[in-house]
């Protein structure tokens, strides 16, 4: 139900865009988040947008990251920027996804893995 994709190698101080999309059907995203895991850590989330557009981010990441959306697309795109080594991990894309009105379920996108050279 969702794609994501964008991920790769970057060196540092570098920018890479993530998208996720929901895919399938006449879906919609409603509240859409990134998250990312590093080895041997836990999940943790990075950004959030709900649907009326309001942003949320970790701290980790604020003034660098930014989510946002397309609803004619149904995707949800993370723009990274000034890319550090310790935002090396796989991003993981999560919505609540909706056809029309009707509530189809919180998806979890296959993961994408960022990896920032020093």
């Known amino acids: 139900q969702l794609q994501a994709s964008g991920g790769g190698l970057v060196q540092a101080g570098g920018s890479l865009r993530l998208s996720c999309a929901a895919s399938?059907?006449?879906?919609?995203?409603?509240?859409g988040n990134w998250f990312h895991q590093a080895p041997g850590k836990q999940r943790e989330l990075v950004a959030r947008?709900?649907?009326?557009?309001?942003?949320t981010y970790g701290d980790s990441v604020k003034g660098r990251f930014t989510i946002s959306r397309d609803n004619a697309k149904s995707t949800v795109y993370l723009q990274m920027n000034s890319l550090k080594p310790e935002d090396t991990a796989v991003y993981y894309c999560?919505?609540?996804?909706?056809?029309?009105?009707?509530?189809?379920?919180?998806?979890w996108g296959q993961g994408t893995q960022v990896t920032v050279s020093s």
């Open positions: 399938g059907g006449r879906f919609s995203i409603k509240t």
């Open positions: 947008i709900t649907g009326d557009g309001t942003t």
């Open positions: 999560n919505a609540l996804v909706f056809s029309g009105n009707l509530y189809r379920g919180d998806y």
